[in-house]
């Protein structure tokens, strides 16, 4: 039996989890968290077999909390199951000590596949993210400036290349308005570049959205 820690600040999809896991005879939910400290602490206990966790919650969350996880309780698989598409955000997850990355779209179709593999001591993730894994570990003249970026500094880029204001991404990211202008200002400053337009540009030209 695989044991499942569902940890998701939504409890409609907590419940979808639920409700989709019900019916597999070898896969059991025995527990949930509601953000990222609840996460931790029950990480603590290790009473179960598949951490089931989404980027962006409450308290500490995303990749910053896969890397506490990965150094306090290595043996311990993280399934990341997330709305976020773009590989980098995979890429970025699965460096920080993630198993695999599902995004909640396909968990309808793709989740216990996912969840076994995990289990068993493998990786689930797209071809697309292997990919990426791959040109990321291959040697490069030139840094290309959005890689220069931290993980919260990535994922306010994604936010606002995508046209969301500060207020929606503080919102999402459960990050002050104070703090998302912050990060805005040293994007813009890693990336020498100096407008909303040249980023969305930037965004274009490489793919990211």
Known sequence: MIKILIADDHTIMREG?????E????????DEA?????TLAKARLGN???????????????????????????????LILTMHEEEQYAVRAIRAGARGYLTKESAGTQLVTAIRKVASGRPYISIAVAEQLAMSAMPSDSTLPH?????????????????????????????????VSTHKTRIMQKMALYTLSELVQYAVAHQLL
């Open 23 to 30: 019916g597999v005879d070898d896969i059991q939910v025995v």
């Open 17 to 21: 989890l639920k409700r989709i896991l």
């Open 34 to 38: 509601v953000d990222g400290f609840d």
């Open 147 to 179: 890689k220069t970026l931290s993980d919260r500094e990535y994922e306010v880029f994604i936010h606002l290349v995508q046209g969301k204001t500060i207020t929606e991404i503080g919102e999402i990211l459960h990050l002050s308005v104070k703090t």
């Open 48 to 78: 179960f077999d598949v951490l089931l966790m989404d980027l962006s919650m409450p308290g500490r969350s995303g990749v910053d909390l896969i890397r506490q996880i990965r150094e306090e309780m290595p043996k311990i698989p993280i």
